[in-house]
């Protein structure tokens, strides 16, 4: 008896076990290798539902969260999309896999070659990986995704301005042991919708101020 596909496997006990059943979503966890972008080191938990450490003391995003990630932004192709996080640069090859081109941020210098070596080993075109803290960099389009892969201690708006008419925003906004994955629509100029989404914990964002603390 054949061994089933480790991939497989990790599509249907791990991504659709968790409601996601889009097909273009299971198909786009088909088409990228998330062993490709996992540290050497750690391979034999490339298909596993963890969170798998990356330099910087960062971490892969969980399979499943991935998952409902690509489900809630309903990409179709062709989208312009801005990743903040490019960590081994997994998410950013789904993104782009599932929409358009992709312009992500990585703070952490030695993640940023990662990605950018990861990526390129794949033959991942229309990519473009800069270090930067995403908090500093002056971003001047718009843009019809936004995900960033690290959450929020409290939601700052910064990042919605830079969605197009019609665009979705991806965030984690709070504090562990519960945040709140969110999914933020620009339905005008000057009107947003928030959707939550699913309970969940991730890194924080680096460098964001967090909240003042109670006093007594």
Known sequence: MLAADPREQMIEQQVRAWDVLDPRVLETFRKVPREAYVPVQYRFLAHADMEVPLPGGQHMLRPSVTGRLLAALNLSG??????????SGFVTACLRAAGGPVLSLEIVPE???????????????????????????????????????ASMPRYDTRFQEHLAVGGRLFVVVGDAPVMEARLV????????????????????????????????
Do not use: C, Y
Not at 121 to 141: F, M, P, T, W, Y
Not at 190 to 213: K, M, N, Y
């Open 111 to 149: 993640l940023a070659d990662m990605a950018r070596e990861n990526l390129g080993k794949q033959h991942v075109r229309d990519v473009e990986v800069i270090s930067a803290d995403a908090l500093r960099h002056e971003l001047k389009d718009r843009f019809d995704a936004i995900v960033l892969t």
């Open 185 to 216: 629509r620009r339905v005008a100029n000057d009107a947003w919708t928030t959707e939550s989404l699913f309970e969940t914990v991730i890194d924080p964002l680096a460098r964001f101020a967090r909240p003042e603390e109670f006093v007594f």
């Open 78 to 87: 062709g989208e312009r999309l801005l990743e903040v996080g490019t960590g």
